[in-house]
């Protein structure tokens, strides 16, 4: 019993978003080798989603019979009472999302809850190049969290060499890091589509996350599924972003 409250508690802050990215990859560990802890998270899941679909449809009931009796003691133009029905259901709804936090997740929230900024590379090989040079500065910027300056600094690199994909990922990240996902996902697309060894699984995760950041689920589902197939380092995560968005 009190292992089961434990995995409550923890797989709601998961859920939630109040866990640390080491504490999110102890629950994802969790997820591929403790079956008791994967059927206890998959029953969150349709609870709370089951919860969702009885309070909303109990909800328009109860709208359906005030609107009846106000209808019967009143004689307000329609108009005016079509107005005031959707104001009431606004205010309403509002208060039952304030009140349910764990029941509304954004796609954006969702992406937020599971990105995290790719490495920069520790180690590259460095010459003097100015394609070299220029490696160098971007990844200087990309480290000092400077995105913008070491974006600019990825596409010059890029029109010295179009085939550089380590240069075209990193843009990608950059663009990411200064609200762009728009814009890093032609990046992570052609990475994909080059069958790129090094950043492949990388750009299909990050990929994923750029689409559900700008609200395309059926687009990031289509990726996450794709990196579950293919057993890539980030399949725990795609496994649980997948249940999280049923």
């Known amino acids: 019993m009190k292992t089961r409250l434990n995995f409550n508690e ?27 802890f994967q059927k206890e998270f998959q029953l969150h899941v349709h609870l709370d989603s089951a919860i969702l679909d009885m309070d909303l449809m109990n909800f ?13 003691k009143h004689s307000i133009p329609i108009l005016w009472r079509v107005a005031a029905s959707v104001a009431f259901i606004i205010v309403v709804g509002s208060l039952f999302y304030l009140t349910n936090p764990g029941l ?11 990105y995290e900024v790719y490495k920069p590379l520790s180690a590259f090989r460095s010459g003097d190049q100015p394609s070299d040079l220029l490696l160098a500065e971007a990844f ?7 995105f913008s300056n070491a974006a600019n600094k990825f596409k010059n690199l890029l029109n010295l060499n179009p085939s550089n994909n380590m240069a075209r990922f990193y843009l ?14 032609p990046l992570m697309q052609e ?3 080059q069958k790129d060894v ?8 990050y990929l994923s996350l750029c689409f559900l950041k700008t609200n395309d689920k059926a687009e990031a589902k289509k990726h ?15 496994l649980n972003l997948l249940k999280e968005l049923k």
């Open 60 to 72: 328009e009931k109860q709208i359906a019979t005030i609107h009846k009796d106000y209808e019967k």
């Open 140 to 146: 200087d910027l990309f480290t000092r969290k400077d």
């Open 104 to 114: 509304l997740r954004s796609s954006q929230s969702l992406a937020d809850n599971y």
């Open 10 to 36: 923890l797989i709601e802050q998961y859920r939630n978003g109040l866990l640390n990215q080491e504490e999110r990859k102890f629950v994802d560990k969790l997820q591929e080798t403790d079956p008791e």
């Open 198 to 205: 090094l950043f492949g699984n990388q750009a299909e995760w």
């Open 191 to 193: 990475i994909i589509q």
């Open 172 to 185: 990608g990240i950059s663009l990411i890091e200064t609200g762009k996902p728009s814009d890093a996902i």
């Open 224 to 238: 996450l599924k794709i990196l579950v197939s293919k057993n890539s380092h980030y399949k725990a995560q795609a």
